[in-house]
């Protein structure tokens, strides 16, 4: 599940080169994202996530689409005072875990980000793992935030006013925060 360019290329061709299936989601509002993309070989493995903002106080793992919402909000946050680590798990299986459980250790906090249900989607199996290995480290309950649970609207504008912004984001971190 890429969320850049780059990402988006690594991760194609190593799933391409993979021996077992691989499951290749891309979320269509980042077709029209630029960015750099390397020009030479380039590839990334599989179950590698990749730390997009160094932070202190919050955790924030953010899925495909979202991670850029996230950016967003990380800087926003920032101008606040606080400084969020965002974590781009890029693979949902396999899950870099190490690196989410590093971070939420330095950072005692943990929001997940994604544009599934909050309840028995993607996000919600990713803290549930997650959740078991930092459970004491924590010092205050992990959260997800994700859009509200019935099914998207058809309509462009309403389908926006849906998904997971970075307003959402940066009110359920303050949250986090304030707990």
């Known amino acids: 599940m ?14 391409i080169r993979d021996g077992n299936p691989v499951l290749f989601i891309e979320a269509a509002e980042l077709y029209s994202t630029d960015g750099d993309v390397p020009a030479e070989e380039y590839t990334i493995n599989l179950g590698q996530a990749d730390v997009k903002r160094q932070g ?4 924030i793992v953010a899925i495909s689409r979202v991670v ?3 950016l967003k909000a990380a800087a926003r946050l920032s101008a606040e005072g606080i400084e969020a680590e965002v974590i781009d798990p890029r693979t949902i299986q396999p899950l870099d875990i190490a690196t989410i459980i590093n971070s939420v250790k330095k950072t005692r906090r943990l929001l997940l980000a994604a544009d599934d249900f909050v309840i ?10 997650v959740h078991e290995a930092v459970f004491y480290d924590l010092d205050a309950p992990a959260k997800i935030v994700g859009p509200p649970f019935f099914p998207a609207p058809a309509n462009p504008a309403l389908e926006r006013s849906y998904m997971v912004d970075e307003n959402d984001i940066a009110d359920a971190a303050r949250s986090l925060l304030a707990k």
């Open 2 to 15: 890429p969320s850049t360019p780059a990402d988006a290329k690594g991760l194609l061709k190593a799933s």
């Open 68 to 70: 850029l919402e996230t």
């Open 120 to 129: 028995g989607g993607t996000g919600a199996a990713i803290l549930s793992a």
């Open 56 to 59: 202190k106080d919050i955790t």
